[in-house]
C-alpha cells in the first residue's frame, strides 16, 4: 500500500441545538407489582443451650386424702363497691373452705377480716368452725368505697400475723377484683 495522506480541511459548522427550559417533576409512585416466587428455604440455626434442671419439688396428694396439718387460716375478703353482687359468692367460697379445713379435727385456727377503704376484723383466730360460718354469715359487703388492698394488708400483718401461733404455717387468701 501506498503512504498516508494528509488530513483535509474542517467541514460547515452545524445549527445550534434547541434549548429545553422546561421543568421536570417526580410522579407519583406505580401500584405495587406482583409478588415474586418465594426463594429456597433457609438452613436450620443452631440450637440453645439447654439450661440446668430445677429443683424438683415433693409430689402432691392424690386429692382423695384429707388434710390432717395443722394451719393458720387468714381470710381477706373484698367488700368494696365494685364487689357488688359478686359478695355473696365470696362468702359462700369461704364458708365451703372453712367446712373442709375440719378446724376441730387439726388444731388449726381461722381469723378474718373484711376490707374496703379501711380493714375491719370479722373473727379474730379461732379454732371454731361454727363460730367463722356465724361471723361469715353475719358479714356484709360494704358495698361503697374503693379496695384498699395496702391497708388491708397492713391491718393483717399487725393485728394478726403478730398474734399467731408461732411454728405453725400460716397461709393468707384474699379474694378480690383488684379494683
Known amino acids: ?18 434549548s429545553d427550559t422546561a421543568q421536570y417533576f417526580k410522579g407519583q409512585r406505580g401500584s405495587q407489582g406482583a409478588s415474586g416466587e418465594s426463594g429456597p428455604k433457609g438452613f436450620a440455626g443452631l440450637k440453645g443451650v439447654m439450661g440446668a434442671p430445677g429443683v424438683v ?20 375478703l373484698d367488700t368494696s363497691g365494685s ?15 372453712t ?14 377480716i373484711t376490707f374496703a377503704t379501711r380493714p375491719a376484723l370479722l373473727v379474730d383466730w379461732t379454732g371454731s368452725t361454727s363460730a ?12 361503697t368505697g374503693g379496695t384498699a388492698m395496702g391497708a388491708a394488708f397492713d391491718f393483717v400483718n399487725a393485728n394478726l400475723l403478730t398474734t399467731r401461733r408461732l411454728g405453725v404455717r400460716t397461709i393468707v387468701l384474699v379474694l378480690t377484683d383488684g379494683r
Open 1 to 18: 500500500p501506498g503512504h498516508k495522506g494528509q488530513q483535509g480541511a474542517a467541514g460547515v459548522q452545524g445549527e445550534a441545538g434547541v
Open 57 to 76: 419439688g415433693n409430689m402432691g396428694g392424690s386429692g382423695g386424702r384429707t388434710c390432717d396439718s395443722t394451719i393458720n387460716y387468714v381470710f381477706m
Open 83 to 97: 364487689i357488688g353482687d359478686d359478695y355473696p359468692n365470696i362468702v359462700s367460697f369461704f364458708k365451703d373452705l
Open 99 to 112: 367446712s373442709q379445713i375440719r378446724l376441730e379435727n387439726t388444731a388449726s385456727q381461722v381469723s378474718a
Open 132 to 143: 367463722v360460718l356465724s361471723a361469715l354469715d353475719g358479714s356484709q359487703a360494704t358495698l
